[in-house]
């Protein structure tokens, strides 16, 4: 069925379309959002995935092509969104509906999770930058935060107080993945000028390497774990794999050399959760003893970003290879398919 009914697939591939060169289903997709498209409906909608794959979507295509028609129907749908923004705390509610602009947070908390409220801000700082309208500044709140750990931080923050809930508890997995990797990518989207997000950037990295960075026995694998009240973990989720992507355009963009050297081993290993499985997929999340629970793979794209981003900077072939396998084994569909 359809997620939101906001064609959420077709317009998060239109820049696929038209950087592939697709030009006819790309036209065909801009009719569908012509005429289609509309946000005027009384529809529960989840921040954070709005915000990446629609809002996002539409902006890239305006970048690509100059066609006013994508950021008109961004600029709509963003100020659809803003009423998530109306808390105590200014940290957004986790969902919105864009029919009667009203939100609130997911049904069995009162928390937003860090993740989704932390990585949205590429989009609409953009946005604000292409209708010279202000902009929310979440990470700024985000900064001042205690409750952090060399970097690190936990994984809920609360609407209404503002602070973090659930403390102790650090992952680069779900629920926090994507605040290190925007740090970064916001830091180079504003210029390198804002020293906040590169501090933070810095701060985390070096808590990741203390504390959450480990090698497996024989096969000397590096994998990143998680940290419970100070006990390790040994669980990586596929989501992580977004990490060496990450250090490498760090390291590119004149941050420590040694980033790049760990983007390298880790990019290895996520290479590995693939080639060790009968089906040439990644399972969702590796305890490297494989639980059977996590056997599933829900076509991610951690990993291929990563893979995309190491073979840019280092043409090292291997990097290219490894993406074209992973095409291969999705397209070949050994793993069994689930219904969606």
């Known amino acids: ?134 902009q929310y500044q979440v990470m700024k709140l985000v900064h001042k935060l205690p409750g952090k750990q060399d970097g690190l931080v936990p994984m809920f923050i609360n609407t ?43 701060q985390a990295i070096e808590g990741v390497k203390k504390h959450l960075v480990r090698k497996t026995g024989p096969s000397r694998l590096t994998f990143i774990g998680e940290l419970s009240h100070n006990r390790f973990n040994p669980k990586m989720d596929h989501l992580v794999c977004f990490l060496p992507g990450t250090l490498a355009l760090g390291a590119h963009s004149g941050l420590p050399g040694d980033h790049m050297d760990l983007a390298v081993q880790l990019m290895e290993t996520c290479h590995q959760m693939y080639k060790q499985m009968e089906t040439g997929l990644s399972p969702e999340i590796s305890h490297f003893s494989l639980q059977a629970s996590d056997g599933h793979n829900l076509l991610r794209p951690e990993t291929v970003e990563s893979l995309f981003y190491m073979y840019r900077f280092t043409k090292d072939t291997k990097y290219r290879d490894w993406g074209w396998e992973i095409l291969q084994s999705f397209n070949n569909g050994r793993g069994r398919f689930l219904p969606h």
């Open 1 to 134: 069925g359809e997620w939101f009914g906001l064609g959420l697939t077709l317009i998060d591939s239109l820049d696929t379309m038209w950087i592939m060169g697709l030009k006819e289903e790309f036209v065909e997709a801009r009719n569908w959002v012509e005429k289609e498209l509309s946000f005027n409906k009384n529809v529960d909608v989840n921040l954070f995935e709005t915000t990446i794959r629609i809002l996002g979507g539409l902006l890239s295509a305006y970048h690509l092509t100059g066609d006013q028609l994508f950021l008109e129907k961004a600029v709509n749908l963003g100020s659809r969104l803003l009423p998530a923004f109306k808390t105590p705390s200014k940290i957004p509610f986790s969902d919105v509906n864009i029919g009667k602009g009203t939100a609130h947070p997911p049904r069995w908390t009162s928390d937003s999770t860090l993740a989704e409220v932390t990585s949205i801000q590429l989009e609409f700082r953009e946005l604000s930058h292409l209708t010279q309208e202000p």
């Open 160 to 202: 209404n107080s503002g602070q973090f809930t659930h403390k102790g508890v650090f992952t680069l997995g779900a629920r926090a993945d994507s605040y290190y990797e925007y740090l970064l990518k916001q830091w180079i989207q504003g210029g390198k000028t804002e020293d906040s997000l590169l501090e933070d950037y810095l």
